[in-house]
């Protein structure tokens, strides 16, 4: 059986989706690694990796074929997170802690624009006249999809906000597919992704059935990023973010 190692990665980039679970074989090709790095954005640079993995927690592993996975756990010091053996593919998913910031309202402006989809009234009754700063709770829900062969299998894993990858089909190296977004289990309408790939990225909306088309080129890893907002006062906001990595192996 082949070993898939599960890791994390963490950056301190407020736009990137850089927090994601990435996927890979080692260099033996016995097993997947997935390390937490520093990215500025998506697949693009590698700094280094992220050992502490005390603000993750409730790891959820499963295949399609078998449900969910006992994962073998790792050492405290290595920047592993798990490791689960199997030739098939497999979904996981892990929490973050809560965190906080302030964001000066240049800042946040940029922010609920370009990550959001905010803009127009929207923007102007969520960023209210003479708001300097605003104070942010953010929460992140990790996910990835890892296939070891042509065959993408994904399916909802009870997460509390939850992006599905379905009807992928791959012809010479190029893959389309659909992403449907879900809050506890129901469908998002008109919610707002990120798709970021080889080095792009795009804002999209999903339609009334929750769902965006996609492709990428040469099985090019693709990443799809959603961000809830909810305002508790002018000043202060909570933000729910989960995203969904895919890898062909």
Not at 66 to 75: A, Q, R
Not at 127 to 153: C, F, Q
Not at 163 to 188: F, H, M, P, Q
Request: charged share 20%; aromatic share 8%.
């Amino acid at each position: 059986m082949k070993k898939l190692i599960l890791i994390i990665l963490f950056t301190g980039s407020i736009f990137a989706h850089d927090a994601y679970l990435k996927a890979k074989w080692n260099k033996a090709k016995t097993g997947i690694e997935i390390k937490p790095v520093v990215a500025s954005y998506f697949e693009t640079k590698e700094v280094v990796p992220i050992k502490n993995h005390t603000r993750l927690f409730d790891l959820i592993v499963a295949s399609p074929s078998i449900g969910k996975i006992e994962p073998n756990k790792i050492s405290p010091d290595s920047t592993t997170l798990c490791e689960v053996e199997t030739s098939n593919s497999i979904i996981a998913a892990v929490k973050v802690q809560p965190r906080d910031i302030t964001l000066p309202r240049k800042s946040a402006t940029q922010y609920f624009m370009h990550e959001l989809g905010i803009t127009g009234d929207n923007l102007k009754k969520t960023l209210e006249p003479g708001v300097d700063s605003v104070y942010e709770v953010y929460e992140r829900i990790l996910k990835t999809v890892a296939a070891t062969s042509n065959s993408v299998s994904d399916s909802l894993l009870g997460l509390p906000l939850e992006i599905v990858i379905k009807n992928v089909s791959v012809k010479k190296n190029k893959y389309n597919g659909i992403a449907t977004l879900y809050e506890n289990g129901i469908i998002v309408k008109k919610g707002a992704i990120r798709i970021l790939s080889n080095g792009k990225t795009k804002l999209v909306y999903t339609n009334n059935n929750g769902e965006i088309k996609f492709s990428s080129p040469n099985k090019n890893p693709i990443l799809f990023a959603h961000i809830k907002l909810v305002k508790n006062s002018k000043i202060n906001f909570n933000t729910y973010w989960t995203n969904t990595s895919l890898y062909f192996l």
